[in-house]
């Protein structure tokens, strides 16, 4: 028989097989295992013509469908007595199909849930009438370590507790913070692309001193859009 | 205090939250108040933000009540804050937080069982997202990690708690759907 | 649109600015609608909040209108945020507490190694949330503080105990496997 194989990119091998069983209009529990595992192959061959990395789960699933094609060749006496009471060979991967499914369906839904409430806007942040809280953070265990991971990449090499000459440097990180905040305008800038300048791990804690100086006095607010994005800084109106 | 008083002192909390606020949380406030007291002045003021027809809904999401935009005036919220619509979810990451929001807590091999693929990079993409969350290791050999959904999820996808979600459609009821006889 | 829907979307973009809005700025967002007919809804809107003795009110303020809390709810106001503030942890803290968590016990000198900075305020802090506690002192000269992590710790994110706490190599993998598995 001919037929087409689009190429569409599959999750994963039961993404595959959930669609050639919809594409075939086949019963899903007497699955056509010769028609299903012969189109499997060729859209795996197609994958391969065309140089696409193929991840090893296809190549499991491919050698499972092949060892359920050969089982279910032999005559019915022989594999009674290897499987309780003659169990269809393909009942695992119907299991594992229908689980699967209905995941999908309940992805779908969330879907559609969340065009939703995409439109739906609330404050990602308290409104507050004293800044200080914009600083503040509501952290789970994951932000512990990626706080952790963030230091040890930044800054790799060992650095011993030094004074910083506060005064001087800090003033004048700030002066030169103010003066890129003015040439940003309203959009402001994101934290990293006023740290980004910084290549030694003195500077990013200056900058950073400077920055949690300017928005204690009022001078600029930090803002984390919503929930997690990046944070951004912003020159203060007033 | 008078009822319109408290009413008036929970719209206000709702209002300079940033986030749902559960009447407990209230109660931590208004310690005289009642909590059964609290949750039907919420659902009184929740009718009334109704009936006013105003640009304003309180929403009973993530275990809280919260004062959000409706979805009719989202177009105008986007030009004044020029906003670009963010990015909606990809069929991976829903199919991962699926799976996830109906099987926790759970390990990353019961994720990729199910899917059938690698599922690392996805699950790290819906930590860093903060819709999944580490909330311990599995008492089995090798100690893998445990997820959860977060607060977040739920929020993000309008749920009120974690029963909220849709059941899972049953074996057989797909079946039907397919118009399939049975597993023989 | 109607009357009513324009000041439901103007209603919606108040709230959702946080600061003031002037007239123009919602003009700018509501084209259509002319600047007069902006104001008049603007102040009609401020009247039906004083009339329905909510817990709001819309001021105009700095040549903008802002919808603000009165005075009369500041007290309770100010109880949420303490409430709120005591549940959370600035960034200084969480860095200061990851190192203490994973790297634990250890001395105040050993934090500000890896920090680069004081971090003496912070640690108080955190013995004052109770996140962290002194444990003993190290022998060596000067017989330094040896911080280690709490129970309210581990409660906080959830954990039964400290090896539940995922390993950077855990959490590495995780990282590099991002991408993998799928068809590319």
Redesign the interface.
């Known amino acids: 028989m001919t037929y087409q194989i689009k190429l569409e990119v599959f999750e994963g091998p039961l993404d595959l097989l959930l669609h050639l069983i919809k594409k075939n209009e086949v019963n899903i529990y007497d699955i056509p295992i010769s028609l299903i595992a012969q189109q499997y192959l060729d859209y795996i061959e197609l994958m391969k013509d065309l140089n696409l990395e193929i991840a090893g789960e296809f190549l499991l699933m491919a050698a499972t469908l092949i060892h359920i094609k050969s089982k279910m060749l032999l005559p019915q006496e022989e594999t009674v007595s290897e499987e309780e009471e003659g169990e269809d060979p393909r009942a695992e991967l119907v299991r594992r199909l229908l689980e699967y499914q209905r995941f999908k369906d309940a992805a779908e839904e969330l879907g559609q849930r969340e065009e939703i409430w995409r439109d739906v806007f609330y404050h990602p942040h308290d409104i507050t009438t004293e800044g200080e809280e914009e600083v503040m953070i509501e952290v789970g265990l994951f932000d512990l370590i990626d706080a952790l991971r963030e230091m040890i990449e930044k800054i790799p090499e060992k650095m011993s507790l030094e004074i910083i000459p506060e005064e001087l440097t800090l003033r004048g990180r700030m002066t030169a913070v103010m003066e890129r905040l003015d040439i940003a305008g309203p959009e402001g800038l994101t934290l990293w692309a006023l740290l980004d300048k910084d290549t030694t791990r003195r500077a990013i804690v200056i900058t950073f001193l400077a920055l949690l100086e300017l928005a204690r006095v009022r001078f600029i607010k930090l803002l984390q859009v919503e929930g997690r994005g990046t944070v951004r800084v912003f020159r203060n109106e007033n | 205090m008078e009822d319109?008083e408290i009413?008036?002192?929970?719209?206000?909390?709702l209002?300079?939250?940033?986030?749902p606020?559960s009447p407990d949380?209230i109660k931590?406030?208004?310690e005289e108040i009642d909590r059964g007291k609290i949750k039907s002045l919420l659902w009184e003021l929740q009718q009334?933000y109704d009936m006013?027809?105003?640009?304003?809904r309180i929403?009973e999401v993530a275990g809280g009540f919260?004062?959000?935009?409706?979805?009719?005036?989202?177009q105008?919220?986007k030009?004044?804050?020029k906003i670009k619509?963010?990015a909606?979810?990809t069929?991976?990451s829903?199919?991962t937080?699926?799976?996830i929001?109906?099987k926790q807590p759970l390990v990353k091999a019961e994720i990729e069982d199910?899917?059938?693929?690698?599922?690392?990079?996805v699950?790290?993409?819906l930590?860093?997202?903060?819709f999944v969350?580490?909330?311990?290791?599995k008492d089995v050999p090798g100690?893998p990690?445990l997820y959860a959904t977060?607060k977040?999820f739920l929020q993000?996808?309008?749920?009120k708690d974690i029963s909220d979600?849709?059941t899972?459609?049953?074996?057989n009821e797909?079946?039907e759907e397919?118009g399939?006889?049975?597993?023989?």
């Open positions: 319109r009413k008036g002192v929970i719209e206000a909390l209002f300079i939250s940033g986030e606020l949380r931590n406030v208004l009334e006013r027809l105003s640009g304003l929403v919260q004062i959000v935009t409706p979805p009719e005036v989202s105008w919220i030009k004044l804050k619509q963010s909606r979810l069929k991976p829903l199919e937080l699926a799976i929001a109906y199910i899917r059938g693929v690698d599922s690392a990079g699950i790290k993409g930590l860093d997202k903060r969350k580490i909330i311990g290791r100690r990690i977060t977040e993000y996808f309008g749920l979600l849709p899972l459609k049953e074996f797909l079946a397919e399939a006889g049975s597993l023989s």
